[in-house]
């Protein structure tokens, strides 16, 4: 019989590319030291991608990917009105959490036609 830490540490196969991406970037950030904190915050104003910890920092993480270049690479989808939910959703996320006069910081992690190493992009402090 399976235990419930089993079901509790089980990896998500991912059901599209995004997940893929997001998977993919927590790995990568986690193997950069970066301390996972939480996936998919959702609230009504909109969702975060990963929030992580760099020592005393909160890293709040969009993921973006593009298989093609036909509507821009994937820096280029970030508009003006994702990057404003982003920052509010982490406004939230900091009173929610009792953490407002806590450092943030805003990165973005880009997969240009695939989702591997060679095609990733760290961008920190980006927005």
């Known amino acids: 019989m399976q235990t419930i830490s089993y079901f509790l540490n089980k990896k998500k196969t991912p059901k599209n590319n995004g997940e893929k991406a997001e998977q993919a970037a927590e790995l990568f950030l986690r193997e ?3 301390r996972f904190v939480e996936r998919n915050f959702f609230c009504r104003i909109g969702e975060i ?3 992580f910890a760099d ?3 909160y890293v709040f ?11 821009g690479n994937a ?8 990057l404003k939910k982003v920052r ?3 406004a939230l996320w900091l009173q929610k959490n009792n953490q407002v006069n806590s450092a943030c910081r805003f990165d973005t992690v880009l997969f240009d ?5 060679h095609h990733l992009t760290w961008l920190k402090a980006v927005f």
């Open 113 to 117: 036609k695939k989702i591997d190493r």
């Open 55 to 57: 020592k005393d920092t």
């Open 49 to 51: 991608d990963l929030i």
């Open 75 to 82: 820096a280029e989808s970030l508009g003006r009105s994702k």
């Open 61 to 71: 993480i969009e993921v973006r990917y593009r298989a093609t270049n036909t509507h």
């Open 32 to 34: 950069q030291g970066l």
């Open 88 to 90: 509010n959703s982490a």
